[in-house]
């Protein structure tokens, strides 16, 4: 019996390795296996489940483990747990595409190349992206790999929502508003395209709200603006990031204050945010918890925060037709959501208390819908995979 192919897709960061294998079943990439490697660099530990949730690993690497044992880790079981397929191609999530890269792309030494250029752009995360492609290019040396860049949809955007208000030859050298959480948003793109093109046609407000989060106006499927710029710093406040703060603080910080390069760089990334602000952790679910005082106060910054976005964003829209809310927070947070659409019905936005506390599908009761729909980043970056394939 022929082996059934099977695309594997593969999502690097700084100390973690998230992965997906699908079978193709009549074209459509049906998950079989998917999982992560976390603690890359120290104690990294391996967990892998199949499509019913059932575990297939939890394991421990060798210290330290780098990304090429991670990938290594994640082929063992894809030989032990899909024997029978074969992999055809490798999907590899991009931080950054720069301005060239609208969509996605298979790699060769040229595009090696240009990402490699693009390090200073993106320096916390791009080199891991490139340590994942290497590692698994050393394993599959005869598939194609496909680069998928979490900037690409951002592509679309006018001029005026992707320039700084900087002399031009700041724009010319890359320092412009790129965006990210790109393949998040083209999944609920595609995924309101095919329930709701009568709204997938208008216009749309993504909220992505994970660890990381931004928000991202859609016009007829394509991003028009979207809350983080240069790097993924800017925007709204996420997990221990500040989002957006006046520049002049951080020239007060670095000026004034004599802080070192270093220290204002942890503080901006990682240790602001709801974390920096509650005090207790970025996680959601244990700031809700804990009912203090200051706990109560950084979720009602975070909300204050995204609604002025979403109003923001509905400007350059011209209306709203629909908000969907995606990611941990955006699919599981009932408080959240129901303070960050306080104050919206100027533009038709009301919710329904009971539907909202039970994450359903439609949250609202106003003439806007708001919709709560589950992002699939790795399911986005298979398809693509499918198109470049096709291509
Ligand atoms: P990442 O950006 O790391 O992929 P996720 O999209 O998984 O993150 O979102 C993670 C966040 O979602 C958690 O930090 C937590 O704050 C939030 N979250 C997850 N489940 C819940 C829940 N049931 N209630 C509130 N918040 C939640």
Request: net charge negative; with cysteine; proline share 5%.
């Amino acid at each position: 019996m022929p082996a059934r192919a099977a695309l594997l897709v593969l999502n690097a960061g700084s100390s973690s390795l998230k992965f997906a294998a699908y079978t193709l079943e009549s074209a459509i990439p049906r998950e079989r296996i998917a999982g992560q490697v976390e603690g890359i660099g120290a104690h990294a530990r391996f967990t892998a489940h199949d499509a019913t949730g059932t575990s297939l690993a939890t394991e421990t690497l060798p210290e330290p483990a780098t990304h090429a044992a991670a990938v290594a880790a994640v082929i063992g079981l894809l030989e032990r747990s899909l024997a029978a397929a074969r992999v055809i191609a490798v999907g590899h999530r991009v931080v950054h595409g720069g301005p060239r890269h609208a969509a996605p792309a298979q790699i060769d030494t040229q595009l090696l190349a240009d990402l490699q250029s693009l390090i200073p752009l993106a320096p916390l995360h791009q080199p891991h992206n490139l340590a994942g492609i290497d590692a698994a290019m050393a394993h599959f040396p005869d598939v194609p790999h496909i680069a998928c860049f979490d900037t690409a949809f951002h592509r679309t955007q006018p001029w005026e929502a992707e320039t700084f208000a900087l002399p031009p030859h700041f724009y010319e050298q890359g320092i412009r508003r790129y965006g990210f959480h790109g393949l998040s948003y083209e999944f609920i793109a595609r995924t309101l395209a095919a329930q709701h093109p009568d709204l997938a046609a208008g216009r749309v407000i993504a909220a992505h709200l994970g660890n990381g989060a931004s928000l991202c106006a859609i016009q007829a499927g394509r991003s028009i603006a979207t809350t983080m710029g240069f790097t993924a710093l800017d925007g709204i406040p996420m997990g221990t990031r500040t989002g957006s703060i006046d520049p002049g603080v951080i020239l007060h910080l670095l000026g004034t204050m004599g802080m070192p390069l270093a220290e204002v760089t942890r503080l901006l990334y990682s240790g602001s945010g709801l974390k920096g602000m509650s005090g207790i952790s970025q996680d959601v679910r244990e700031i809700e918890a804990a009912g203090t005082e200051q706990a109560s106060r950084a979720l009602s910054h975070f909300a204050w925060r995204v609604r002025r976005e979403i109003g923001a964003l509905a400007a350059t829209l011209g209306g709203l037709d629909a908000l969907v809310f995606t990611a941990g927070i955006g699919e599981h947070s009932a408080r959240l959501r129901a303070a960050i659409c306080e104050n919206l019905a100027f533009l038709g936005i009301t919710l329904d208390p009971a539907r909202n506390a039970a994450n359903a599908p439609t949250i609202s009761n106003g003439t806007t819908p708001v919709l709560v729909r589950h992002t699939d980043e790795e399911r986005m970056m298979a398809l693509h995979v499918l198109e470049v394939l096709a291509a």
